[in-house]
């Protein structure tokens, strides 16, 4: 039995659409026209062919939210611990949810399921969804017969990489939005008010001080080529993010990024977090560490790091240490390297990589709000700094004029 998709009308002409299970394209149909409802598309629930080659469905439609991804592995977890098989749990998952996303690829995945595949074989079907470590760590638990247990380490790991990615996005928010309205208010200062104010002095024969030249330089600039600007910017953007697609020039990027005062300890520690979160999770479920330590490089976003993580997984298949390995490169912090030195020697290895990813986690969240308290404040100062001389510009002027007149 599969889960399809379906497209169908309403008796109003509406159209409406849903997920089924059945056995075949027409049964899903036959059961449409018993609802009273005329199909207009039936498609089975799945991003791959069995044998590859294109997606059955639109990629971007079975997509869902880590917030989504967060609840079905935890709904999932309890219904399993609480001892009910896993088709049953899929179902009740399904049930119970409101997001047609997150119904359809449960439905799919129950559907393979009473197929007779394993749970991690059914997650495969939907890898733009389930990444290569929830199936990884799905397919150990599955082999080692603690599936609850690991379920629920993989609610924890997602919940904890929502949490965090909520506390970057909202200390974010604040300093966006004021940089946003700063800019947009010295803009509209710059390309409407100060032609209005400073255009009365256009008749005069004086000479006008050198500030207040060039601030009607820069409005005339403006307004004469700021949608020019525009579209280059855009261009430069967009020629930019190319450019980043070549191995060399992103590698040489990401390397200069690490070696930033600031910028380089927050791609630092948010890495390092990242990847010592994500093996020590793949460890304790029973993951063999040569497989952990591949997929863990997946999930490092600086070229240089995760170059080095595959590197170190090289040296360990040849007998070498993690900790070893790692130190090689000096690019991991010196803490994070003595915990994986302490967790080898004492055979807590997951153990340990779960404190330092607590430890870096800390460390970043930490350092993020240091960056936003210290943005804010010269964010202000300079649009201050701005203004000021916008005001003074226009205000020159007058001084001389009074001055003349007395």
Known sequence: MGAFEYTALDSRGKQQRGVLEGDAPR??????????????????????????GRSRLSLTRNRISVTELALFTRQLATLVKAGLPLEAA???????????????VTLGIRSKVLEGHALADALSDFPQVFPEIYRATVAAGEQSGHLDG???RL??????QQVMRQKV????????????????????????????????????????????????????????YGLILLVLLGAGLFLWRLALTRPHIRRAYHLWLLRLPLVGRLVLGTNTGRFTRTLSILVNSGVPVLDALQISSEVIGNVPMREAIEETAQRVREGSSIHD???KHRLFPAITLHLIANGEASGDLGGMLERAAIHQEREVE???????????????????????????????????????VQ
């Open 27 to 52: 049964q899903i149909r036959q059961q449409l026209r018993e609802r009273g409802l005329t199909p207009l598309d039936v498609q089975e629930v799945s991003e791959r062919k069995r044998g590859g």
């Open 155 to 160: 609610a924890e790991y997602v919940e904890n």
């Open 366 to 404: 930490t350092l993020v709000g240091a960056l936003m308290g210290l943005f804010e404040p010269l964010l202000i100062l300079v649009m201050g700094g701005v203004v000021l001389l916008i005001v003074l510009a226009i205000l020159l002027p007058i001084f001389e004029i009074n001055q003349l």
């Open 325 to 327: 390995a790692l130190a």
């Open 169 to 224: 996005q909202l200390a974010l928010l604040y300093p966006v939005i004021l940089t946003f309205v700063a800019i947009g208010v010295v803009i509209v200062l710059l390309a409407k008010v100060v032609p209005d104010v400073v255009g009365v002095f256009d008749s005069i024969d004086a000479e006008l001080p050198a500030l207040t030249k060039g601030l009607i330089a820069t409005s005339d600039f403006l307004r004469d």
């Open 90 to 104: 899929l179902q009740a998952v399904a049930q119970q949810t409101d997001n047609q996303r997150t119904q359809r």
């Open 150 to 152: 690991v379920l629920e």
